[in-house]
């Protein structure tokens, strides 16, 4: 099975500072996928990526960047954090079947 | 754009029971896969089934494409079934973008 790694896998910030989430998957997945999940609820696609230097907008990208530098490395970057972006992150990579990293949970004060 | 429908929303199991759990979706998928949340968060994927019937150990998918429905069956549940399923579906075939349903929240007692 594919190794996806989050880090942190908790976070505290305060409102309007920079919060960069990080990704690495080990399998030489092409695409890889930033989601969200809220309390009581499914997955929500942030971006996703289908390689090195590609980004795409998924269906909640607003307050949201990412960077994918390497094929291995996925960022998740909130330029200036809210409240409304307290949640769990999840990263995945894979095509037809997706694997999921852990999480991070971020809390914005 | 693309619904994808769960149920029911949450089941409460005597240990020994099975459960039948339901997605619907709006348009045909391309690519469907599901999922099953530990209580603690890690989500793991359990089938990645856009047609047919697949089993592993206990738990058994069925996809039906042209009636755009697929089911999760979990035989003599135990209470380590407990946690969240969700399905997932992709209907396109040249982005693999998924979008998940609100899940199924089982709780098996023993």
């Known amino acids: 099975e594919a190794a996806v790694t989050q880090s942190p896998r908790n976070k505290v910030a305060v409102t309007g500072g920079k919060v960069t989430l990080s990704c690495n998957q080990t399998n030489n997945h092409n695409n890889m996928y930033w989601y969200r999940q809220d309390t009581g609820h499914g997955l929500r696609l942030i971006h996703y990526s289908y390689g090195a230097g590609s980004t795409e907008k998924g269906d909640i990208p607003d307050g949201y960047k990412a960077s994918r530098p390497s094929q291995e490395n996925f960022s998740l970057i909130l330029e200036l954090a809210t409240p409304s972006q307290t949640s769990v992150y999840f990263c995945?990579?894979?095509?037809?079947?997706?694997?999921f990293g852990p999480g991070t949970r971020l809390t914005v004060l | 754009g693309q619904q994808v429908q769960q149920s029911p929303a949450s089941l409460v199991l005597q240990e020994g029971e099975n459960a039948e759990l339901q997605c619907n979706f709006s348009s045909t998928a391309t690519r469907l896969q599901w999922f099953y949340q530990h209580p603690g968060g890690r989500l793991v994927s359990l089938f990645y089934n856009p047609s047919g019937t697949k089993h592993t150990g206990r738990l058994t998918s069925t996809t039906v494409t042209n009636e755009r429905r697929s089911s999760l069956h979990i035989s003599s549940s135990q209470t380590t079934d407990s946690g969240t399923y969700f399905c997932?579906?992709?209907?396109?075939?040249?982005?693999?973008?998924?979008?998940f349903g609100a899940g199924t929240r089982l709780k098996v007692i023993a």
């Open positions: 997932a579906i992709d209907h396109n075939t040249g982005n693999y973008k998924y979008v």
């Open positions: 995945a990579s894979g095509t037809g079947e997706q694997y």
